[in-house]
C-alpha cells in the first residue's frame, strides 16, 4: 500500500470518536433551547382551525353560571371572530346538582400572593383554595386530524352572540358575576363568585393561556376547559391557496393572537 494511502487511513481513524465520546451529552444553551420551541406546518394544510373556551362555576345551592367562546377558521371564513353562549342554569335544573350539607354561606377563606402569575408564558394552570370540599378541574386538549379530500369542510361557524374587539359581555346569577372580553391582547372570561366564594380566570392571549382559580369558600365546583382542533391537508396545496390562507390567518392579530 502507498504511503499516501496509509497517512489518509491513519487520519481518518484518528478522526472518529471513542465508544466513550459517541454518548457524550452535549448541554444546550437555553437560547437554543428557545429556537426548538413548537412546530409549524404551511397554511395551505390547514382545511380548518378552532378553539373552544369554556369557564362556569356552580355554587353549593347547584346555581350554576359560565359561558363558552369558540371561533372556527376555515376556507370560507371572511373575519376570524369569537362566538359567545352565555351558560346560566338555576337550582334544580336538570344539570345542576346541589352538594348535601354544604356551607352555603360567605367564604371567610384568604388566599395572599401570587402576583407572578400574570407575567407567566405558555400554558398555566393554578388552583388555590382555602376553603372545604371544592371541585376546580383545569385542562387543554389539542386535537389534529387529517384528510384528503381538498374542499371537506368541518362542523358549520359556533353559535351564539359575536364578540367583537374592545367589547365586554355580561352576565349573572345567584352563583355569581361572569365578563368575557377582548381585548388587543387576546380573550379572557372571568367569574366572580358571590357571597366571597372566589373567583376565576381563564385568558388566551399574546400565545398563552391562563387557567386561575381562587376558591375561598366551600362545595365549590369550577371547570376551565380549552380545546384546539386542527384539521390538515395530507395533498399539497398550490401556491395561490397558501397565500389565501396565509392573509386569512392575518386576521387573528388584531384580537391579539
Excluded: H
Excluded at 36 to 50: A, E, K, Q, T
Excluded at 94 to 106: C, I, L
Excluded at 110 to 138: K, S
Amino acid at each position: 500500500m502507498k504511503t499516501s494511502t496509509w497517512l489518509a487511513v491513519v487520519c481518518l481513524a484518528a478522526s472518529l470518536p471513542t465508544q466513550a465520546e459517541i454518548f457524550k451529552p452535549i448541554e444546550l444553551k437555553d437560547q437554543e433551547l428557545a429556537n426548538l420551541r413548537g412546530r409549524f406546518v404551511m397554511p395551505g394544510r390547514i382545511v380548518s382551525f378552532g378553539i373552544v373556551m369554556t369557564t362556569t362555576w356552580q355554587n353549593a345551592n347547584g346555581a350554576l353560571i359560565g359561558a363558552t367562546s369558540a371561533m372556527q377558521v376555515q376556507q370560507s371564513t371572511i373575519k376570524p371572530q369569537f362566538y359567545v353562549s352565555m351558560i346560566d342554569e338555576k337550582p334544580g335544573s336538570s344539570t345542576s346538582s346541589q352538594v348535601a350539607g354544604a356551607n352555603t354561606g360567605t367564604g371567610t377563606g384568604t388566599v395572599t400572593g401570587g402576583a407572578g402569575l400574570n407575567t407567566t408564558e405558555g400554558v398555566t394552570q393554578v388552583v388555590r383554595a382555602a376553603g372545604d370540599n371544592n371541585t376546580a378541574y383545569n385542562n387543554v386538549d389539542i386535537n389534529v386530524a387529517k384528510t384528503s379530500q381538498v374542499n371537506q369542510t368541518p362542523a358549520t361557524q359556533p353559535q351564539g352572540q359575536a364578540l367583537t374587539a374592545g367589547s365586554t359581555l355580561l352576565g349573572s346569577n345567584d352563583a355569581g358575576s361572569l365578563s368575557v372580553s377582548s381585548t388587543g391582547s387576546g380573550v379572557q372570561l372571568n367569574i366572580v363568585a358571590n357571597n366571597n366564594q372566589g373567583n376565576t380566570v381563564q385568558r388566551l392571549a399574546q400565545g398563552g393561556l391562563m387557567q386561575n382559580t381562587t376558591l375561598l369558600g366551600s362545595s365549590n365546583q369550577v371547570r376551565n376547559l380549552t380545546s384546539f382542533n386542527v384539521v390538515l391537508r395530507d395533498n399539497v396545496p398550490t401556491t395561490g391557496s397558501v397565500s389565501g390562507n396565509l392573509d386569512q390567518l392575518k386576521g387573528l392579530r388584531t384580537i391579539g393572537f
